[in-house]
């Protein structure tokens, strides 16, 4: 048997996926997968899903896991940690989720300093139900419901989820990261690890915002898609520690 | 010598691994899987650095990389 | 504890349910449950539980659904409006198949409506309220005594059926004190191996969903949810006749409702005129046999709700509409008084109400 230099960690399942060709919630998956796997704590944590593309996100992770209702994830991993103090709880969220219905959870979430681990991925639009304008889209963006390009005079901007929740209190890590290139890749995946070791610490809340591709909703190839992600996103949501008292 | 194996019923051909390899030593296959997709090959192997760049490129854990 | 000691409704529950070895419970303020929540907030601290008040009505019942689906006794309680918020919440709990407690103190609607007692969420209790096919397994005290024994009974029924339960009170028993013992009250545990607690020595994960896109295999869920739903109408209708066996008139009333039709029986009974009083306690499953039953041998019956009229749907399905079933209402928070209904009793068997 040859020594891999890389395989699938044993926190993913070896299924094919839902994901359209080059999205890159596969690519995130693997790596909480193996943040699990190097941490050692696969049997001990328990992931929640949400509403959105990654809904199925439940058998994809190798350990036990909660569909929430869209935007429910931080109060149904609320419950989860409540209930088992001691295990690990993580939610799974995409725009939608976490910055259109779900941020009343995801800032009290954080306010309360809730053990739990959020990952966040923000693609700038709404992938499941077909390319609707999110509140993480960009201005002047094409949407299926932003037909002319979004018009702030009407739908306003987006939300820069990780500058607000790090005015929190309760919130003791977070970061905003991106995975369209290896480099950006390896920090996403530092990001998650310390986001994981805030919560077995006991410290409180902490959040990785995941700047992703969409490729079928951007209308664009997986590969023309991380361009457009580095030209477009990472000026409108800058890479950046914004909250880290970890120790505290 | 590393070598990269293609589990080529996974492969979506979205050629992430393709722009991500700095041998360049990715092609797209000219054949079909049963999906449908032309799956990503490495047929000059031997260039292969081991990086795993290409791996890791891959939202679908298609690649892995033997030593 | 004491033999016996004096209690608001709203905390008989919330000590009944730290009784039946619930140790967490999410809720929000609003009137007139916020005893109970308050109640919670000192007793579960007291018993190194835990107690947390939630943003919305919304994050509570998904807190319940979290904390349920981890395999743990839990509660939450609302008032009306914010009952409404619960429900897709609640579907969620009853398509997953998890025990958990909703209480319902109700209060006069719809919208914001008022803060005084009100009946009128018994279409959303039972008849669905959330989206789908479920029930919930509903239950209707009448007493301070039965909001503390019924919530036992809803954890212990919770947890054997996996199904959400809801305590369906009003103001007026949420405020009203009464002496109550918490002794000899029977609390069953069971076995939760689906429960979401981290793998642990298991090699496979457990998983809580109610996304089935199948439309076979969803199916196939909505009949095991409706087998369930069967044995739980089999084994669980609770009620209470009194005086019926030769009542010409009986009278149909739940919660605070009952009571005064309770006693509008007795000024009637007084009379010599032969009134009953029919009190379902379980809403699901109605007690349908047990009324077709009161139907052979009653003239006519009088259903008496805080609503404009609600139960009456289910007591005419019950009797198949073999009898006639006249209606007494008071909404919007106001109450009848026992002397109301008795004149209303002497009015219809005067005309022999519908004979």
């Known amino acids: ?248 | 010598m590393p070598k990269p194996v293609f589990r080529e019923e996974r492969c979506k051909g979205c050629e992430l691994c393709r722009d991500a390899c700095p041998q360049k030593i990715i092609v797209m296959s000219q054949t079909f899987n049963s999906k449908g997709y032309q799956p990503a090959t490495c047929p000059d192997n031997l260039k292969c650095t081991g990086c795993t760049l290409c791996a890791r490129a891959c939202p679908d854990v298609v690649i892995e990389i033997h030593k | ?355």
């Open chain 1, 1 to 248: 048997m040859a020594e891999k230099l890389f395989a699938r960690p044993e926190s993913l399942t070896d299924v094919d996926t839902h994901y359209c060709p080059g999205c890159q919630h596969g690519i995130i998956h693997r790596l909480v997968a193996e943040v699990i796997d190097e941490l050692g704590i696969r049997k001990k944590t328990i992931g929640v899903v949400p509403v959105g593309c990654s809904v199925l996100a439940y058998n994809y992770f190798n350990l036990d896991t909660q569909q929430a209702a869209h935007g429910r994830a931080p109060a149904v991993a609320t419950g989860v940690k409540r209930a088992h103090p001691d295990k690990v709880v993580f939610t799974y969220q995409g725009d939608g989720d976490a910055a259109a219905i779900g941020t009343g959870e995801i800032v009290h979430a954080a306010a309360r300093g809730e053990k739990i681990t959020a990952i966040f991925v923000n693609n700038a639009i709404y992938g499941m139900t077909g390319g609707q304008l999110a509140p993480t889209s960009l201005v002047d963006q094409v949407t299926a419901t932003s037909p002319y390009g979004r018009q702030a005079s009407s739908a306003g901007f987006p939300i820069r989820l990780s500058e607000m929740l790090a005015t929190l209190d309760g919130a003791k890590y977070i970061a905003r990261v991106s995975v369209n290139d290896p480099a950006n890749m390896a920090k996403a995946k530092k990001a998650i690890r310390t986001a994981f070791e805030v919560q077995l610490r006991g410290e409180g809340f902490a959040m990785v915002e995941i700047l992703a591709t969409c490729p079928t909703n951007w209308g664009k190839s997986p590969v023309e898609a991380k361009t457009w992600l580095k030209e477009n996103m990472l000026p409108q949501f800058p890479l950046n520690t914004f909250k880290d008292v970890q120790g505290g």
């Open chain 3, 1 to 355: 504890m004491a033999e016996k000691i004096l209690m608001k409704g709203n905390e008989a529950i919330g000590e009944a349910a730290v009784v039946a070895g619930c140790r967490h419970y999410f809720g929000y303020p609003i009137t007139p449950q916020s005893e109970l929540i308050e109640y919670m907030a000192k007793r579960l601290l007291q018993v190194d539980g835990t107690f947390l008040q939630a943003e919305s009505e919304v994050a509570a019942i998904n807190m319940v659904y979290g904390a349920a689906g981890a395999g743990v006794r839990v509660m939450t309680s609302s008032s009306s409006p914010g009952v409404s918020l619960k429900q897709e919440g609640i579907s969620y709990i009853a398509a997953a198949e998890l025990p958990c407690v909703i209480v319902n103190i109700m209060r006069g609607g719809p919208g914001l409506g008022g803060i005084q007692p009100g009946q009128a969420d018994y279409f959303q209790a039972t008849k669905g309220g959330g989206h789908g096919d479920y029930h919930l397994i509903v239950v209707a005290p009448n007493s301070v005594q039965e909001m503390a024994e019924l919530t036992v009974y809803s954890f212990n029924v919770a947890d054997q059926y996996s199904n959400p339960v809801m305590l369906l009170g009003d103001g007026a028993l949420g405020q009203m004190m009464e002496p109550v013992s918490f002794h000899d009250m029977k609390v069953t545990t069971v076995e939760k191996p689906w429960a979401t607690t981290g793998m642990g020595e298991r090699d496979k994960p457990n998983i809580i969903n109610t996304l089935e896109l199948k439309p076979e295999m969803l199916e196939e869920a909505n009949n095991r949810l409706q087998r369930k739903y069967a044995a739980i109408q089999e084994h669980e209708m609770r009620w209470e006749e009194i005086n019926t066996e030769d009542a010409e008139l009986v009278l149909v009333a739940y919660g605070i409702a009952s009571r005064i039709a309770f006693t509008a029986m007795e000024m009637a009974r007084a009379a010599g005129l032969k009134v009953g009083l029919f009190r379902p306690i379980t809403l699901w499953p109605f007690p349908k046999s047990a009324l077709a039953n009161v139907a052979k041998t009653a003239n006519a019956f009088l259903d008496i709700e805080l609503s404009t009229g609600q139960m009456i749907e289910d007591v005419n399905l019950a009797i198949k509409c073999s009898k006639p079933v006249h209606f007494f209402g008071r909404t919007g928070g106001m109450m009848m008084s026992p002397n109301d209904i008795y004149e209303k009793i002497v009015a219809l068997l005067e005309t022999k109400g519908g004979k």
